[in-house]
Structure formats: structure tokens, C-alpha cells
């Protein structure tokens, strides 16, 4: 047995005739923040949406803890622990920010159907004690305890951006997929994205894929780095040897390595 909870190898994405991903591997194990990162038009937004279900591979397969979901839904991914954000802020912005927590639960159903819901039966009433318990440990996490009954839609890009990973780990995630987590943030938001995105790693035991174009913020949090450029991977290693590397200094890092 692996002991890779994800697994995705030979990746191959055409475009007409644009290859956008050619051959890509990536690998991820529980606990771990791993960072994807590369110029504009490498393929890391085309890889999250093959790994997250929106688009199918023309070549290669996914394996979600040794199971094939290569043809899998969006959704049945969702349902089996894979969990992802976007570059656009995609929060339920007319419900509060609890209710966003609690709308990521709701899929699990409430106990007892319609009717355990309009008489209030004790499956219904236990079941959506242990969502909202499950909700309000998340904020407390996220350093979001206070705006538990703030419309989403009000909020500030920083905090908004703070909501939306609660709500990607509301129903605990198997594999967490971050894209732009930081954008927006200021620099002491960042820091604090940071020590969350590290405690759910090690609390929740997820693995975690970002995307980030804040290079410092990539080789602070993560321990490995993937560096695609043109839809290729040009380096995979610890951090500190990902930046140190002259060929990815010469694509993508150029001043800021060194």
C-alpha cells in the first residue's frame, strides 16, 4: 500500500492544439503543505481542475487513497475528502459566516428525512448540534469566532478569504486544494493564513496543494514545492533546494531567489 493520499501521474491537458499539461506528476501525503508554483500559463490552475474534477485528462490518472477516481465527479470527490478554493472569492455572501460552514455539512443529510424535520425528532436535533459544535471549533481555529453572525457578502478580502478555507474544512477534508489562499491579504494576514493552514495540516492530518504567486509565502509554509513551467515539471524538492535550483531561478524566481 502507498502512503500517498494522492496520486496523480502522467497528466497530459490539450487545448486544440496547445498542450497545457504534458506528463505531470504529483504526489501528496497526510500532514503535508506541499506548494505549485510557476509563471502565469504553466498549468497549475488546468492541474487543480483536473484533480478537483472540473476537467477530465486526456492522458494519465488519480488515485484518492489508492482508489482510481480519475473519471470521478466533482462532486463524489467532494463527498470523499477533496476540497478546494478558488482565485475568486466564492462565498455564499447573503448567509452568515456560519451558515456557509453549515451549508458544507449539509450534504450528509439531516437524520430522519423531512419528517424528522418538521417534528424536530432527536436524530435531526443531535445531528445539527454536532455540525454547528463542528462549525464554531473550525472558526475558532480560523481566528473567525466573532464573526460568526456576519454576512460573508460584508466582509473584507482578508477575512472573506479566512471563510472560505473554514468552509473547505467544515466536513473534514481528506485532501485540501488552495488556490491563491494569500491573494489580497495583508502581511500580517498572511501570517496568520499561514500558522492556520499548518495547524489543519497537522490537526485534521489533511494534505494540502496551494497555489500561490507570493514566493516567500510558498517557501516559508510548505516543505516541498512542485515547479511547473510550460505545463511541465521543472523541479520538485524541499523548498530551500527548489529555490537554489539555477533552472528554476532562470523561468520563474529571477531576483527573488536569490
Request: glycine share 12%; net charge neutral; proline share 4%.
Amino acid at each position: 500500500m502507498s502512503d500517498h493520499v494522492l496520486e496523480a501521474s502522467g497528466i497530459g491537458v490539450r487545448f486544440g492544439g496547445v498542450r497545457a499539461l504534458a506528463g505531470v506528476g504529483v504526489t501528496l501525503r497526510a500532514g503535508e503543505v506541499c506548494g505549485l508554483i510557476g509563471p502565469n500559463g504553466a498549468g497549475k490552475t488546468t492541474l487543480f481542475d483536473v484533480l478537483s474534477g472540473i476537467r477530465r485528462p486526456d492522458e494519465g490518472r488519480i488515485l484518492l487513497d489508492g482508489t482510481d477516481i480519475t473519471r470521478h465527479s466533482p462532486v463524489w470527490r467532494a463527498r470523499h475528502g477533496m476540497r478546494r478554493t478558488f482565485q475568486r472569492q466564492q462565498l455564499f455572501g447573503q448567509l452568515t459566516v456560519a451558515d456557509n460552514l453549515l451549508v458544507a455539512q449539509e450534504w450528509r443529510g439531516g437524520g430522519g428525512g423531512l419528517a424528522a424535520d418538521l417534528v424536530g425528532a432527536p436524530t435531526r436535533r443531535t445531528r445539527e448540534a454536532a455540525r454547528r459544535q463542528r462549525a464554531a471549533d473550525v472558526l475558532g481555529v480560523c481566528g473567525l469566532d466573532d464573526l460568526t453572525e456576519s454576512y460573508a457578502g460584508g466582509l473584507p478580502v482578508g477575512q472573506a478569504r479566512m471563510v472560505e478555507l473554514a468552509r473547505a474544512v467544515a466536513d473534514p477534508p481528506r485532501v485540501l486544494l488552495l488556490d491563491e489562499p494569500a491573494s489580497g491579504m495583508a502581511a500580517d494576514e498572511r501570517r496568520h493564513l499561514a500558522s492556520v493552514i499548518r495547524r489543519l495540516a497537522d490537526d485534521e492530518g489533511c494534505a494540502v496543494l496551494l497555489v500561490e504567486h507570493n514566493v516567500a509565502f510558498v517557501m516559508e509554509l510548505c516543505a516541498r514545492v512542485v515547479v511547473l513551467d510550460l505545463g511541465s515539471v521543472l523541479a520538485e524538492g524541499p523548498a530551500a533546494d527548489v529555490r537554489a535550483d539555477p533552472a528554476v531561478r532562470d523561468a520563474y524566481l529571477g531576483a527573488s531567489a536569490q
